[in-house]
């Protein structure tokens, strides 16, 4: 295997082990005597070094090979865990993350200063205070094989249970790499050999594949298109059944569990609370829901930054918490729940609650909207003004939280993947964001529909409705349009209008949005509206004709006209056309902006 | 061309006396650690010409700095300040190669002339 391979496996392993490692670190520090938390660590640690040392890391290695004997003594009880020594172990375990990350982007990471600290921390732990001049190779080495040797025998236990069962429920195909072999007692299993369920597959190949049966995809679209006009439909129904498939096949291995990115909050929630002085119980459900790894990917630092806040501001301290008769412990819940094509990530706290008086006074304050306008809403609206640019609800700013990043933010990455966020909150007793989020970002459902004679899509996760007006009822106000609907008043615009500017220049003119409007002249003509649903707000997008709903598999733009305007992607039908999609979010902004305003 | 210094001391008041006392003698002062993991990590780093070296530090003993670096095989001469005036220190410190070692309370003067004798 090339060098460059393997380096890849150390790291997904290594970064796998240092996840498990902060989890397990938050365990124990909740309870120094867990002897089940002390052994996955110590075996855990053991495997890290022995792998980066086998891959020429020395750093890790090296910090590793002293945490290992740390917790060599602490598995044999020659030593107790005391809170003091705890965080710096903590510490210890970062380096090791630090480092590993360092060997990912060859970066190198300070570590001599925290290997020295290791061995102080080992020597005070003894409680021997000496100076040994020289510390031979010889003896660490020979520790390293009395080590080895309890290892290998209590893993040869558990690996026989483990494997009689598997041995005897399937036979594995013979091919890979024996990984077992060295957990084997050579005289008694000689004739055993067992493989590895799992291969470990880089994203980038992912990818790549998926890419591929996107355009088969579309190929199989376009030939069964063709096929269907000259009559033979039938001979192409196995080929859509097999390409469906594959591709569903494919979006499938692309997914993860929730777990793989709930689970390191474990480490947050810890850290967060502790600066904080809180007292914060973290609550996963629904960690083996699956998403699309990339998807999970870009909403994972808005999570962060949900979770911190929930800690920071939604969780009161434990005094108050008393005072009020709650649980001293605050509770976080991270919960993922499936959708059909969705997945739902409910961020949850049982604190504080938001005051939606205080955000009306905030809103006036920052100017987002009138007195009267913030008075007329709803509370539930008026708490949706947190998503707003340049909104912060927080008074003062804290190490943890206030770091500039607004829940603006979380929201942009949110729509980036097509997804809504939505909060709810009842004032004393918590809050909980929810984010929907689509499980695949390969294929999503669409609308089709055609302008100028060019077909575009829209992903069906904005749109709301279809309706068609007359003329007459669609109002000019100010520069921009609107109509009701169900009872409310939505913004419309002929998406015509937008497209068919030459430039920028021309976009910017005030009466730009009237002008397929003024051109139609009957009162009583019809006219086609899709209502999207875009940050909260619905627009409804005058369209010339509607095709048909279909799943559509979006592509990037790719040079020179990446940037385009009001454009996320394109897809082929099957008719060979090229479809744009449109960018929801960027026309809602465009629209909103303070020339066109009309709400 | 200046001297290089690191200076080591968990205490901000000792960290600028010590400062100004080399500045005021020519020294360039590259860096100042307030722990041992800190000064370990600079040093390595920077390897500096003197290193000024507090014994007793919130995550370990000058002589641990000490030794950790003499394994790294610098060279820099390192010159040991702490209010601990026992021999016994001394003595370690000076089996593992301290350069030099000052107690305190000292005099800039005291401090440049011991540094003047090592470097």
Sequence with gaps: MKEEELKQIFLAEAQDSFEQLNRLFTQLEKNHADREATEAIFRIIHTLKGNAAAMGFEDVASVGHLLEDIFSEIRKGNITLTSMVFNDLFKAIDKLGEMIEGVKVDKKVPYKGMRAKLKVILRNLKGEIEYEHTQGGESSEKKDKEIEATLQKQLEEELTESQKETLASEQPVPIGIPLADEFMDEEEKKSKITFSDFVQVPVSKLDTLLNLVGELAIEKDRIIAQGASVGVTNEYTRLYRITSDLQYSVMGVRLVQVGALFHKFHRIVRDVASIENKKVNLDLQGTEIEIDRNVLQIISDSMIHLVRNAVSHGIEGPEERRKKGKKEQGTIQLRATSDKEYVIIEVNDDGYGIDANKIRKKVVEKNLATPEAIASLSDDDVVKFIFEPGFSS????????????????????????????????????????????????????????????????????????????????????????????????????????????????????????????????????????????????????????????????EKPLGKPVENARFISGATILGNGNVCLVLDANDISEFLFKPTFATV | MAKKVLIVDDSLYMRSIIKDALEEAGFEVIGQASNGEEAIDLALDSEPDLITLDNILPDMLGLDILKTLKEEDLTSKIIMISAVGQQAVIDEGMNLGLDSYLVKPFTPEQLTEAIGQII
Excluded: W
Excluded at chain 1, 418 to 436: A, E, H, R
Excluded at chain 1, 477 to 501: A, E, N, Q, Y
């Design chain 1, 394 to 553: 927080v008074d003062n700013v804290t190490s943890v939280s206030g770091r500039g990043v607004g829940m603006d933010v979380v929201k942009k990455a949110v729509d980036a993947v097509g997804g809504k966020i939505n909060i709810k909150t009842v004032l004393g007793q918590g809050t909980t964001f929810s984010l929907s989020l689509p499980s695949s970002m390969a294929v999503k459902s669409a609308l089709l529909f055609i302008i100028n004679n060019t077909e575009y899509a829209i992903p069906l996760s904005f749109t709301e409705a279809v309706i068609s007006v007359k003329k007459s009822s669609i109002h000019k106000v100010g520069s921009g349009l609107v109509t009701s609907h169900l009872d409310d008043t939505i913004t419309v615009m002929f998406l015509r209008d937008i497209f068919d500017c030459k430039d920028n220049e021309e976009l910017q003119n005030p009466q730009l949005l009237h002008r397929s409007f003024d051109q139609i002249e009957d009162p009583e003509a019809k006219i086609n509206i899709v209502v999207v649903s875009v940050d909260n707000k619905m627009i409804g997008f005058v369209v010339d004709r509607l095709l048909q709903q279909k799943e559509i598999i």
